[in-house]
């Protein structure tokens, strides 16, 4: 099936889009800025809280917690409120939260004010998706979708070049304060020039909210082979990589593998600038060939895995530098892989649903992420720091992923191949 098949409805795009499409990405662009910061202030947020490494890792931990929790109802936020109003709100949210932390005296408000800023961040990315599929033509999804992903990626660069060095250049205080001013210019932006949809494209008006709707909404959408296959995509992809770079993988590449600090930060920004290349790759492939998609989901895990065993299990003490390296730019594939997940569950499910379909899709990963970061860290405490069995947790949970992907893969596209027919036929009916 061609990606680049016109649907009825398709919304023009052209640089109006684009502009539109730009100031959602640019409100991810600034959460992702914040989600990421403490990863360049943990030993800073140690000395300041006086707490040590679980109480540091807590934070990680409630942050995915909020995040993933959120996603649902913020997908069905989405489908009834529209994009603007979501992104209002965690903008204000996750500004607030940055805010906190700059000036939060203990560790327990600090922990407020990161659970207030994942709240605000969990948001961000289900709406910039509903405002790609409302702006673009159908067959620029995918391609839209991986250049928000690589926004993200670029939020945390920007965290780990800039936040990091203003960090110690200005003290915590005057750089998480300062930091905060950005969630204000995306604000400013969002309320005077974000709008839902192009003239013309109205959706069409959703029924009252109740408790009867909003199971409907999370039924229909969990009932498309779709949607599903999209989360275990998700699920199985993305969280080998945020594993790595929000907690696990500075420790190792120190502890395990023997580097310098400033050495395991730059393998660290490698998967960064690999997420972003390959994203761009992956983006354009799958435009072109939709068929491309579970190729290239299957293939990142695969390889994602070979590599790790390789690494794990390499009969020297070390793992070489040339085998990190190539492990880094694997993980770095992980991100664009799991925005394949979306390329599932947007075609399942009509406009109404989008947001909702998206929130549980979006669930996948991060339930995967945070269910690693925690074997990860109760395997190192009862194996005295064995990070060949700790990273064990990674190939269960890529199994289990792979499994349910398998099950599903047919029923998905059986299911899609049906409603790409129904609406041709709707197209050759509708009249001049």
Not at 124 to 133: K, Y
Request: overall charge positive.
């Amino acid at each position: 099936m061609s990606a680049a098949t016109a649907l009825p409805g398709d919304p023009p795009g052209g640089r109006r889009a684009v502009a539109v499409w730009g100031i959602g990405v640019a409100v991810y662009f600034v959460a992702v800025i914040f989600r990421t910061s403490l990863g360049v202030a943990g030993l800073d947020a140690a000395d300041r809280f006086h707490v040590g490494a679980s109480a540091l890792s807590t934070f990680s931990i409630l942050q995915l917690l909020v995040y993933a929790g959120m996603q649902i109802p913020v997908g069905l936020l989405v489908d009834r409120l529209g994009t603007k109003k979501v992104l209002t709100i965690g903008t204000v949210l996750f500004t607030a939260g940055q805010l906190g932390f700059a000036f939060s005296p203990s560790y327990g408000t600090a922990l407020a004010s990161r659970a207030l800023l994942g709240c605000g961040d969990a948001l961000t990315f289900i709406s910039v998706l509903r405002l790609g599929t409302r702006w673009f033509p159908a067959r620029r999804g995918p391609l839209v979708a991986q250049l928000a992903g690589l926004a993200g990626m670029a939020g945390n660069l920007v965290s780990t070049l800039v936040l990091a060095r203003l960090l110690h250049g200005v003290g915590w205080t005057a750089a998480f304060a300062g930091s905060a001013l950005a969630g204000v210019v995306v604000l400013v932006l969002t309320l005077l020039f974000l709008k839902d949809h192009p003239e013309g494209h109205e959706p069409e008006p959703l029924p009252h909210q109740g408790a009867a709707y909003v199971r409907r909404q999370i039924a229909a959408s969990w009932r498309e082979p779709g949607t599903r296959l999209g989360l275990w995509v998700h699920f199985t992809t993305q969280f080998p990589a945020m594993v790595f770079l929000l907690l696990w993988g500075l420790p190792f590449l120190v502890q395990a593998q023997g580097l310098s600090r400033a050495a395991a930060g730059e393998l660290l920004t490698l998967v960064v600038l690999s997420n972003m290349a390959i994203g761009l790759v992956y983006g354009q492939i799958i435009a072109r060939h939709h068929g491309a998609r579970l190729p290239l989901a299957l293939g990142t895990v695969g390889a994602t895995a070979v590599l790790w065993a390789a690494t794990l299990l390499y009969p020297a003490g070390h793992a070489p530098m040339w085998l990190l390296v190539v492990l880094c730019v694997v993980l770095g594939a992980c991100g664009p892989a799991s925005m394949i997940g979306f390329d599932f569950a947007r075609p399942a499910n009509p406009p109404e649903r989008q947001g909702t379909a998206s929130g549980i899709t979006n669930m996948g990963g991060f339930v995967a992420s945070m269910t690693t970061l925690f074997a990860v860290g109760v395997l190192l405490d009862a194996t005295g720091d064995d990070y060949t069995v700790a990273f064990s947790a990674v190939f269960l949970l890529q199994a289990l992923g792979v499994s349910q992907i398998l099950r599903l893969r047919r029923r998905a596209a059986r299911r899609e191949r049906e409603r790409l027919v129904a609406s041709r036929v709707e197209t050759v009916h509708v009249p001049a």
